[in-house]
């Protein structure tokens, strides 16, 4: 029994190292920059939700975002522009796509 014991305990610990390993910090109350297409764009993703943004020079907040272990989301204005990518670290990189059918690519930078 106490060898069970031991060895469901061994089990445990491993699967809470890799359970660790593999998590990654909110995006929450965080901002983030990266050269969007033909501008620099500053995204903030707020506690609630919320996302707000500047880019061209213009400001907004007229965003939403969700976070799935590594895997980040956004929309902009009323999902005209759908984000999906990946947090590593200090990095967000993955794919854009808006209702002009255009699509690209964009890493964000932890501020």
Request: aromatic share 12%; no cysteine.
């Amino acid at each position: 029994m106490k060898f069970k014991n031991l060895m469901l305990s061994l089990v445990l610990v491993a699967v809470a190292g890799i359970a660790q390993t593999n998590s990654q910090p909110s995006i929450r109350d965080s901002m983030w920059v990266g050269f969007d297409l033909d501008d620099v764009m500053t995204l903030f993703f707020e506690k609630d939700g919320k996302m707000s943004y500047r880019n061209n020079g213009n400001s907004f907040r007229n965003g939403t975002w969700s976070q799935e272990g590594d895997v980040i989301t956004f929309e902009t204005n009323n999902r005209y522009r759908v984000f999906t990518g990946k947090i590593n670290k200090e990095t967000i990189t993955g794919t854009s796509t808006n209702e002009a059918d255009k699509t690209w690519d964009t890493t964000y930078y932890r501020v």
